[in-house]
């Protein structure tokens, strides 16, 4: 008997719903590839693009280990695993997303390279698509600014690991229908997730507390506690699952260094400037996990 996965019949209950049947995925990074990961595993026919062959080759492969991985500790859906061709198509030309239902955009964070790429979407995709954002700080308006369909606009910010991460921000624009954010909302419930409906305001609910949370942290060090007392407090005085120095390794160091740099300067707002000390370790490639080195050593 094939294992099944705990998503996969509500990803058909919702699909039948909402209308929704393919995902186009835009950008096969880390978080590309976990969503697509909870797409297929839910039943979605999932579609996924890169720049080049090559790029997306790489990705298309590392996506596919895993689903084997996962497979193995019955964590996927075996059926899906085998039938893997007729889920899941690679392309390179987003011209290709024209049969989708709806597309979440996970290029980097470069907000003129996203409203092009939103501007291509709309006039390729039909008008029932909704082209939405995993952007985790700038303004989902602005992105879909030169779409001409701001109803179907919306931020769905998932969290990194995808597949472990709980929690989805929804975000809702002036302009996003009641339909569209309920489509989305339901779309993700779907794929066993838990909504929060967000303002489009830089850094949304989680990253507005989280990289103040993390910029204080950062100037307590920097005044002479050590990040051990720091990650301690937090754990066990505030009962957090890890401490914020830990956490922002696991993050990124770069990446919560643009994060607060973005919300500086979008709320113009001092307290979201990075700290002397997060600016000093990024410009020495210490960027924490990823590179083996940040506020620990990995």
Known sequence: MKNESPNSDAG?????????????????????????????GAGYQVTVSEKNEEILYTGLESLKSTLKRLTRIKRFPEEILDNLPEKLTGITQISDFKNCDLIIEAIPENLEAKKS???????????????????????????????NRPEKIVGIHFFNPVNLMKL?????????????????????????KKVVIAPDTPGFIVNRLLLAFLS???????????????????????NH????????DFIGLDTSCYIAESMKEQLDAPHFSPPAILKQMVAEGKLGRKTGEGFYRY
């Open 117 to 147: 790429l939103f501007k291509s979407l709309d006039h390729i995709c039909p008008a029932h698509t909704i082209l939405a954002t995993n952007t985790s700080c700038l303004p989902v308006t602005e992105i879909g600014s030169l779409a």
């Open 241 to 248: 699952p890890m401490g914020p120095f830990k956490l922002a």
């Open 12 to 40: 058909k209950v919702k699909k039948d719903i909402m209308g929704i049947n393919r995902i186009g995925i835009t950008g096969l990074g880390i978080m590309g590839r976990g969503i697509a990961e909870i797409c297929l």
């Open 168 to 192: 989805v921000e929804i975000i809702k624009t002036e302009h996003t229908s009641p339909e569209t954010l309920q489509v989305s909302s339901d779309f993700v419930e779907s794929l066993g």
């Open 216 to 238: 204080e942290a950062m100037r307590l060090h920097e005044i002479g506690v050590s990040t051990e007392d720091i990650d301690k407090a937090i754990t066990l005085g505030l």
